[in-house]
């Protein structure tokens, strides 16, 4: 049986003939692999059970977070079903500005997130941390919609909206470990640091080792996942949309679109982010600092 879903409009690429009508509010693709398969109200119920019985476990264990899981579970179910609702209204309203303006929520909360993940940073990241994520994903997903996809209309909401939550979510985990990373190893390296600056290093020369030892961290997830992919696991997207009934081969393709993105853009972001605060560990008269500072309206 055909169906229509949002999901398989990722499975179409550039040259598939499998397109059907396009209209002003949505891009949608006829799938002809299988059929998709909703889950009901006692699905996401029994789901949830699963939460509570591994939550019961950790009590029972005296592991100290099953409060913690338990809760984080009935938010993310908040949290998407509303996402959901949300991204419905959008793509069924076909507004451009809808979803840049929802685009700039999401962004908005990738910061406060960001900041709230890293451990041991100075206060005031918000600006850099924001001017990176917007620079890298406009950059991101440019490429991606405008290069690989080349959707009608350019701000399709079914590509756009889902594509900036994928590449945010990893954007943020990386960022976060590669800022905690680099505050800590400014910190274990402190009499390092100390000796290269009283030798005449530059701040970026004593610095350095730690950038580069954040930026690597950050990187390991997407790298690991990169190397298993189609192997040892199933991405997440790749699954979804063959679960939704898309063609097994396009979900691939697609998946392959993600990961090569994400790992730009993680190495992208991450570097930016690394050239925008390493001078918060040292004064303007290129002395290491014990407490990190985000100075504002001087040049450092």
């Not at 699963?50 to 993310?76: E, F």
């Not at 996942?225 to 979900?251: E, K």
Request: glycine share 8%; net charge positive.
């Amino acid at each position: 049986m055909n169906t229509i879903n949002l999901a398989s409009a990722w499975a179409t690429l550039p040259g598939n003939t499998s397109h059907i009508t396009q209209t002003a509010a949505q891009t949608a693709t006829q799938t002809t692999s299988g059929t998709s398969y909703p889950i009901d109200i006692w699905g996401l119920l029994i789901a949830l059970a699963m939460v509570m019985v591994a939550s019961g476990l950790s009590w029972l264990m005296h592991l100290g977070i099953g409060k913690t899981l338990l809760w984080s579970a009935c938010r993310a179910l908040v949290q998407l079903c509303a996402m959901g609702f949300i991204m419905g209204y959008v793509i069924k309203s076909g507004n451009p500005w809808l979803v840049l303006a929802l685009v700039a929520v999401m962004l908005v909360a990738a910061v406060q997130i960001t900041l709230s993940r890293a451990k041991g940073v100075p206060k005031g990241l918000a600006g850099p941390v924001l001017l990176t994520l917007v620079i890298t994903m406009l950059l991101m997903i440019s490429m991606v919609t405008e290069l690989v996809v080349r959707p009608h209309p350019w701000y399709a909401p079914q590509l756009v909206v889902p594509l900036t939550g994928m590449l945010l979510g990893n954007t943020v985990s990386a960022l976060a470990v590669g800022l905690s990373r680099f505050y800590e190893s400014m910190k274990e390296r402190r009499d390092e640091v100390d000796t290269l600056l009283a030798l005449g290093a530059t701040r970026w020369e004593a610095a350095r080792p730690s950038v580069i030892s954040s930026i690597r961290l950050g990187l390991l997830p997407t790298t690991a996942s990169l190397a298993s992919s189609g192997i040892v696991t199933i991405p997440g997207m790749m699954a979804g949309q063959v679960i939704a009934g898309g063609d097994p081969l396009n979900a691939a393709k697609y998946q392959f679109v993600i990961l090569a993105s994400i790992a730009a853009l993680t190495l992208l972001a991450d570097t930016l982010i690394m050239v925008m605060v390493y001078r918060t560990c040292f004064t303007a008269d290129d002395q290491y600092r014990d407490k990190p500072v985000v100075e504002r309206g001087k040049k450092r």
